[in-house]
């Protein structure tokens, strides 16, 4: 008959962070219950100091107050937990945590989840999931908050609005600014939602708070900048492989991770029957959306192709990383001249905070893509074709409206909206019936 690996183990929770390390000081009872290749982790309800518990046999010292019951208590879960286990594999059922969860609820002997360790089970869920970064970008949140809750006891129902504001203000004296709070509380409650979809939690307060995302001034290059990067000698090939770069963004509103990857053999002609040109564009899968995308390819972006075809490579572009191409591309920009003052909004605390800086302080490659999106609405191509180019969708898009026309608000105002023309052609007419009439 083959062996069913299961074990029940008991332990005092740790933590190194804790400031009150104590032997005296009440601590959690945790159970452990390994269990095919699986691990359940939860609250037993129990406290006890690190000196009444003997971790050999894995309950209270005898000679401690009320020994036996905590102890009869804690074989009464063991045991709870393995007839659980046991029944599941009787009736077919093939047990796990939250099958295991759900039937320990029904009795009074209720064991809570706990929540930083189940955040750490939903990481590892999504690694398999979602993009490296976008990882990395979770993980970074749930570090934030475990240094938030150090020296806390933090369950899934304490996480209401009061508990959310607070961890906001901690993220504010660590000196980030109110979008960067809003993407970690909004990742915090992914998590909140995918545990309460587990049966988990029942608790919806979470929900109440939150810090709204702002959309301050978009920097980007108008298109008599671009033009100045285009007529930059550069002083070296590794000079002329970053405007090589991030000249691409500008002129095709491609990403970093899709122009890095992108390749030669990616570039396609098209002829459409009504029209005697031939366009030349590129078909590639964007590394972010994963969806397939034409974007059309300008003359400029052409030459800019054309020059590094001897690359003993497929790539269509230097290879560079986009720390390299951010810091370089700053250094060129000032050289060709890009040195007016615009204004950088952030918001801290609900407060706009505006400085003005150097323009070329500002130019990333997040900022040549900026520019095609730009550029190309306050010229009045139509915003859905702007938004399937850059690979968003439409209401997305619409951000980038925002202060980015401003000369071509002028232009367009002052030239379709005059009263000075019609008032003096009022007046030539006048003077040439008062000749007439004369």
């Keep these: 008959m083959r062996e069913i690996k299961r074990h029940v183990r008991f332990y005092i929770e740790k933590r190194t962070a804790w400031k009150d390390q104590s032997p005296l000081r009440p601590r959690n009872v945790v159970m452990l219950f390994n269990y095919n290749g699986n691990r359940l982790c939860t609250l037993t309800g129990m406290k006890v100091a690190q000196c009444d518990w003997d971790d050999k046999k894995q309950r209270v010292k005898l000679n401690v107050k009320r020994a036996n019951e905590v102890n009869t208590y804690l074989s009464g879960i063991e045991t709870k937990v393995n007839n659980i286990y046991f029944s599941s594999i009787a009736n077919g059922i093939i047990p796990d945590n939250n099958h295991i969860l759900k039937e320990m609820s029904r009795d009074k002997q209720m064991v809570k989840p706990v929540f930083l360790e189940e955040w750490i089970k939903y990481l590892a869920v999504q690694k398999n999931k979602i993009k490296t970064t976008s990882h990395e970008a979770l993980t970074h949140s749930f570090e934030h908050f475990e240094r938030f809750a150090k020296g806390k006891r933090i369950d899934f129902d304490d996480v209401k609005p009061e508990l959310v504001s607070e961890y906001a203000t901690y993220l504010q004296k660590l000196g980030h600014v109110d979008n960067t709070i809003h993407k970690h509380i909004k990742r915090m ?102 969806k397939m995308n034409i974007v059309p390819l300008l003359p400029e972006a052409l030459a800019i192709i054309e020059r590094h075809k001897n690359e003993q490579n497929d790539y269509a572009l230097p290879r560079l990383c986009n720390q390299t191409i951010n810091r370089v591309i700053k250094d060129i920009a000032k050289k060709a001249g890009i040195t007016r003052n615009v204004a950088v909004d952030s918001f801290k605390g609900g407060k706009r905070i505006t400085e003005y ?3 070329y302080l500002e130019l990333s490659c997040h900022v040549s893509r900026k520019t095609f999106i730009s550029v190309a609405a306050a010229k009045g191509i139509p915003i859905h074709i702007v938004a399937d180019i850059a690979g968003h969708n439409v209401k997305t898009c619409m951000k980038f409206y925002t202060g980015v026309a401003n000369k071509e608000k002028f232009t367009q105002v002052m030239k379709e909206m005059k009263f000075t023309e019609t008032k003096n052609k009022q007046i030539d007419d006048e003077t040439e019936e008062q000749l007439v009439e004369t």
């Design 189 to 290: 409650r992914a998590f909140m939602t995918y545990a309460k979809k587990a049966e988990l939690h029942n608790n919806d307060r979470y929900r109440d708070f939150n810090v709204s995302e702002k959309v301050g001034r978009i920097i980007f290059l108008e298109w008599e900048e671009v033009k100045m990067l285009l007529d930059y000698k550069p002083e070296n090939e590794m000079e002329q492989n970053v405007l090589s770069n991030f000249l691409f963004g500008c002129l095709t509103a491609l990403r970093y991770s899709d122009f890095h990857a992108m390749k030669r053999s990616q570039i396609f002609s098209v002829k459409f029957p009504d029209m005697p040109e031939v366009y030349q564009g590129i078909s590639l899968r964007q590394l972010k959306t994963d």
């Design 357 to 359: 800086r150097p323009k």
